[in-house]
């Protein structure tokens, strides 16, 4: 047990203590001293009893202080416990083990917050590039160029951390229309490890193909925001048509992947923020998860 735990008790039990003395002497001892005892100086009493008041309120004093100790105690328990609860969460979600959520857990909007906007988001970021580089180097590339990287947009080639950052990161449900007229911007920057890679594997010889779930209608749009960020020279930009609407993400972009797969493409390389972006049929012979707990597509 935390031995502060009983200094309140012990506290409590002076205080008595002290108020029963204050009230004269004790009136057992009295009775049988009572020819001994000669009356006290009335200043002498006046003395002692402000003496007793002011240790009195020593104790209380001593008594609030524990308690806003134990206060302070429990309070970074809980917070400790809200941090754990959320890494755990976030855990989850990286892993692909939580699925079909729609917001962030309230009492885990601070600490997406604090993920994203601080180095712990950029760090992730730069592992997986350097992994995802690091594969793209040391793979065999045929004579043919038909090896092929894909990439995913949103939180993989582009940021829309400020979107985001006005809307809750995660804490709202996803307002399409919103988001709409932020991609309209055509203002989102680069994502700088993945604008590396893109680099890189274009110089190694790749075909990138980028594989996004926005809307053929914003073509243009996405076309200019790209090239404004640095992303130049890329193969092929594939955007949902009228026939894909409706379509889950993994659906649409597996269809998408086994076209790829068809025309005689070898995907060796696929990147994306979400588990969509990777899984389903005609995956990559190495996929790579970059870290997004704002939002899941399914």
């Not at 592992?127 to 040391?138: K, L, P, S």
């Not at 914003?218 to 640095?230: D, P, V």
């Not at 790829?260 to 995956?283: A, P, T, V, Y």
């Amino acid at each position: 047990m935390n031995p502060l735990r009983i200094l309140p008790f012990l506290a409590i039990s002076c205080i008595f203590t002290s108020l029963f003395l204050s009230l004269g002497p004790n009136p057992v001892l009295a009775s049988s001293n009572a020819l001994s005892l000669k009356p006290r100086p009335i200043l002498e009493d006046q003395a002692w009893n402000q003496e007793s008041r002011e240790g009195v309120d020593k104790k209380i004093e001593i008594f609030d202080e524990i308690r806003e100790e134990e206060k302070r105690e429990s309070e970074e328990e809980e917070r400790e416990r809200v941090r754990l609860y959320c890494e755990s969460w976030r855990f989850a979600v990286e892993t692909n083990n939580l699925q079909s959520w729609k917001v962030v857990p309230i009492e885990c909007g601070g600490f997406v917050k604090k993920y994203m906007s601080e180095r712990g988001y950029r760090s992730d970021l730069e592992m997986v590039a350097e992994v995802a580089g690091a594969f793209a180097r040391n793979v065999e590339l045929g004579q043919d160029g038909m090896d092929a990287w894909i990439f995913d947009i949103d939180e993989t080639l582009l940021s829309n951390l400020v979107y985001y950052e006005e809307n809750g990161f995660g804490l709202e449900l996803f307002n399409g229309n919103k988001f709409d007229e932020w991609v309209d911007l055509a203002e989102a920057p680069a994502i700088s490890p993945f604008l590396k890679l893109y680099e890189e594997v274009l110089e190694m010889g790749f075909k990138v193909f980028l594989l996004t779930g926005r809307s053929e209608s914003q073509r243009s749009t996405t076309i200019h925001n790209l090239q404004n960020s640095g992303f130049q020279n890329w193969d092929r930009l594939i955007m949902r048509g009228a026939a894909d609407q409706g379509k889950s993400a993994v659906f649409y972009k597996s269809e998408k992947r086994m076209e790829m797969e068809k025309e005689g493409f070898r995907i060796l390389g696929n990147s994306g923020d979400q588990w969509s972006d990777l899984l389903g049929s005609s995956m990559a012979i190495r996929s790579f998860k970059l870290p997004n707990p704002m939002y899941y597509i399914p």
